[in-house]
């Protein structure tokens, strides 16, 4: 029996209308913003503090990514599943898929196998708009600081050589990163030199994922940074007069995203800040709804622990108030071969001592989450080629580290092969140790939070800054209520280092400062690390060359 695509399956299944989804959560079909059958917008209303901060919240998070991808997306789903499966009134919040990793080499974000969010297809290309209306509250803003340096009716004094304010667009496009613009003679404007930015590292797009409401959102868009006048004052989106109208563009970006698992399962889905350049989880409105409607929420962050999960719990947290109860943590057998030494080419090659030697990049997460006050549940997300020897190896290492490592077959089997997760999360929420504490406290110095992160959660031995680091350090320090800010740290996913070679759990290293960026909106200060981009590039052969449309009107090679 041949084996079929993600796809294939999301095609092959049945999907229930969307008042039947959201009459789980009781929710009534005249409150539901239809997008047709299958997808919906829900309203603001339904966030309850009185209820949700008495709810269950699951966060699922992973070892350091390999080029295969862990599988993440797809074991949270089959973790609602695996919930709803045993009669708990559950819900699912996850982000939206980024066009740019559909189209590059990623792939997709709505799990795989038959722990799927359904409709695929719409959720992968363009939703509910979502991205778009991100995109556009961007743009007009990028046009509205271009505006006030050609005409300066609002004499800001605005210095063109300061502005950090760059336009987005929601592919992976190299070639945008560094753009001269306003040529072609002074009716088209004040030529400088910019960029773009894929939408996904906006801080429109931070912002709506940190906002509680309109009136938070207004507020924070109010307090972007664009730049500096010539007097070194700076100049906020407050000063150009422009926050009104891109509330405008946002109004219903703001509002989350109801659509099911294959299982039936709700799931809400909204907002897609990165985790290595943002704070890489979904919006606060989203998971605090979610927690309104359900009694457990599963919940992911962006790529590995030391990256999505470090964010989740010092930045969304304590934004948003909220406090999980239980940490998945993510791996593949295949994850650990490659940790181990094993090319890419081989990572489906059976190889106990491998997955030995790639254990060391787990111990670390492990540790590092019980900095956050948690014993994971450690998930094995199961592929064909595990050997029996190397999962029943794994499982008892992480015996020996008092954690439980459980098989999760959630891509070939659905809500079935997910209940031994589903039982040994609901153990560990009833019996465990669990006790969720911050890793550094708000008000210490910029540094220090910076070298408390880099020092217990990545390994290293020191932070390096360069001279325009410092420099910029400095600015920081006198700007209003910056140095109170968490940090968001901008850094390869592929090692805990900055150095994407690195596998494992590196030692001896020290982790470099190359510059600083300040989201004011968002409330989060962003040290660059190493050679990380806010633009991806395409491969040599993206996944946008297998994809097209038959003749039957449906898609393939979407995944």
């Given at each position: 029996?041949?084996?079929?695509?993600?796809?294939?399956?999301?095609?092959?299944?049945?999907?229930?209308?969307?008042?039947?989804?959201?009459?789980?959560?009781?929710?009534?079909?005249?409150?539901?913003?239809?997008?047709?059958?299958?997808?919906?917008?829900?309203?603001?209303?339904?966030?309850?503090?009185?209820?949700?901060?008495?709810?269950?919240?699951?966060?699922?998070?992973?070892?350091?990514?390999?080029?295969?991808?862990?599988?993440?997306?797809?074991?949270?789903?089959?973790?609602?599943?695996?919930?709803?499966?045993?009669?708990?009134?559950?819900?699912?919040?996850?982000?939206?898929?980024?066009?740019?990793?559909v189209f590059a080499m990623k792939g997709g974000a709505t799990g795989g196998?038959?722990?799927?969010?359904?409709?695929?297809?719409?959720?992968?290309?363009?939703?509910?708009?979502?991205?778009?209306?991100?995109?556009?509250?961007?743009?007009?803003?990028?046009?509205?600081?271009?505006?006030?340096?050609?005409?300066?009716?609002?004499?800001?004094?605005?210095?063109?050589?300061?502005?950090?304010?760059?336009?987005?667009?929601?592919?992976?496009?190299?070639?945008?990163?560094?753009?001269?613009?306003?040529?072609?003679?002074?009716?088209?404007?004040?030529?400088?030199?910019?960029?773009?930015?894929?939408?996904?590292?906006?801080?429109?797009?931070?912002?709506?994922?940190?906002?509680?409401?309109?009136?938070?959102?207004?507020?924070?868009?109010?307090?972007?940074?664009?730049?500096?006048?010539?007097?070194?004052?700076?100049?906020?989106?407050?000063?150009?007069?422009?926050?009104?109208?891109?509330?405008?563009?946002?109004?219903?970006?703001?509002?989350?995203?109801?659509?099911?698992?294959?299982?039936?399962?709700?799931?809400?889905?909204?907002?897609?800040?990165?985790?290595?350049?943002?704070?890489?989880?979904?919006?606060?409105?989203?998971?605090?709804?979610?927690?309104?409607?359900?009694?457990?929420?599963?919940?992911?962050?962006?790529?590995?622990?030391?990256?999505?999960?470090?964010?989740?719990?010092?930045?969304?947290?304590?934004?948003?108030?909220?406090?999980?109860?239980?940490?998945?943590?993510?791996?593949?057998?295949?994850?650990?071969?490659?940790?181990?030494?094993?090319?890419?080419?081989?990572?489906?090659?059976?190889?106990?001592?491998?997955?030995?030697?790639?254990?060391?990049n787990v111990h670390k997460h492990i540790d590092n989450c019980k900095k956050?006050?948690?014993?994971?549940?450690?998930?094995?997300?199961?592929?064909?080629?595990?050997?029996?020897?190397?999962?029943?190896?794994?499982?008892?290492?992480?015996?020996?580290?008092?954690?439980?490592?459980?098989?999760?077959?959630?891509?070939?089997?659905?809500?079935?092969?997910?209940?031994?997760?589903?039982?040994?999360?609901?153990?560990?929420?009833?019996?465990?140790?669990?006790?969720?504490?911050?890793?550094?406290?708000?008000?210490?110095?910029?540094?220090?939070?910076?070298?408390?992160?880099?020092?217990?959660?990545?390994?290293?031995?020191?932070?390096?800054?360069?001279?325009?680091?410092?420099?910029?350090?400095?600015?920081?320090?006198?700007?209003?209520?910056?140095?109170?800010?968490?940090?968001?740290?901008?850094?390869?996913?592929?090692?805990?280092?900055d150095d994407e070679q690195k596998l494992g759990a590196p030692t001896n290293?020290?982790?470099?400062?190359?510059?600083?960026?300040?989201?004011?909106?968002?409330?989060?200060?962003?040290?660059?690390?190493?050679?990380?981009?806010?633009?991806?590039?395409?491969?040599?052969?993206?996944?946008?060359?297998?994809?097209?449309?038959?003749?039957?009107?449906?898609?393939?090679?979407?995944?």
């Amino acid at each position: 029996m041949p084996i079929l695509s993600d796809i294939e399956i999301a095609h092959q299944s049945s999907l229930k209308h969307i008042r039947d989804i959201a009459n789980k959560l009781g929710i009534a079909e005249d409150d539901l913003e239809l997008y047709g059958k299958h997808k919906a917008k829900l309203p603001l209303q339904f966030i309850n503090a009185d209820q949700y901060k008495n709810k269950k919240l699951i966060l699922v998070t992973a070892i350091t990514p390999t080029p295969a991808g862990e599988g993440k997306t797809t074991l949270s789903i089959g973790l609602g599943d695996g919930l709803s499966k045993l009669g708990k009134k559950t819900a699912i919040v996850l982000r939206e898929p980024s066009l740019g990793p559909v189209f590059a080499m990623k792939g997709g974000a709505t799990g795989g196998g038959y722990s799927q969010v359904l409709p695929m297809d719409d959720i992968n290309l363009h939703f509910n708009g979502d991205f778009s209306a991100v995109e556009k509250a961007n743009n007009l803003l990028a046009a509205a600081i271009d505006n006030e340096l050609y005409h300066g009716t609002k004499h800001l004094n605005l210095d063109a050589r300061t502005i950090t304010w760059k336009r987005v667009l929601d592919v992976n496009d190299r070639s945008l990163r560094h753009t001269i613009i306003g040529l072609g003679g002074k009716t088209h404007g004040i030529p400088r030199e910019s960029g773009f930015n894929i939408t996904a590292a906006s801080e429109v797009m931070a912002i709506l994922c940190l906002s509680k409401n309109f009136n938070d959102l207004h507020e924070r868009l109010e307090d972007i940074l664009v730049g500096y006048s010539f007097d070194k004052k700076p100049v906020f989106v407050k000063d150009l007069k422009v926050a009104n109208a891109m509330v405008v563009l946002l109004k219903d970006a703001l509002k989350p995203n109801i659509v099911q698992t294959i299982e039936g399962t709700p799931a809400l889905i909204h907002g897609g800040p990165f985790a290595n350049i943002a704070q890489g989880t979904n919006s606060i409105v989203a998971t605090t709804m979610a927690l309104s409607l359900a009694d457990y929420v599963v919940t992911e962050a962006g790529f590995g622990a030391d990256l999505g999960a470090e964010k989740f719990i010092n930045i969304k947290c304590p934004v948003a108030e909220i406090e999980p109860v239980a940490i998945v943590l993510v791996l593949t057998i295949r994850a650990l071969r490659y940790h181990g030494g094993a090319h890419s080419a081989s990572i489906n090659e059976p190889c106990l001592d491998k997955v030995k030697m790639g254990f060391a990049n787990v111990h670390k997460h492990i540790d590092n989450c019980k900095k956050y006050g948690f014993y994971p549940i450690v998930a094995i997300n199961y592929f064909l080629t595990d050997t029996e020897d190397e999962i029943k190896w794994v499982q008892e290492a992480c015996h020996q580290l008092d954690i439980r490592a459980v098989l999760s077959k959630g891509w070939s089997m659905g809500a079935a092969g997910c209940v031994d997760l589903a039982q040994a999360v609901l153990h560990s929420i009833d019996h465990g140790k669990n006790q969720y504490r911050q890793l550094y406290d708000w008000n210490l110095p910029i540094k220090d939070k910076i070298f408390k992160i880099a020092t217990e959660i990545y390994g290293a031995n020191d932070v390096i800054y360069s001279k325009k680091a410092s420099e910029q350090l400095e600015a920081l320090n006198k700007l209003k209520n910056a140095s109170t800010f968490p940090i968001c740290m901008a850094k390869t996913q592929k090692s805990f280092s900055d150095d994407e070679q690195k596998l494992g759990a590196p030692t001896n290293f020290s982790i470099s400062v190359r510059e600083f960026e300040v989201a004011m909106g968002a409330k989060f200060i962003i040290p660059i690390i190493g050679d990380i981009m806010r633009m991806p590039g395409l491969p040599a052969h993206p996944l946008l060359e297998n994809m097209g449309i038959n003749k039957e009107g449906d898609i393939y090679g979407l995944s």
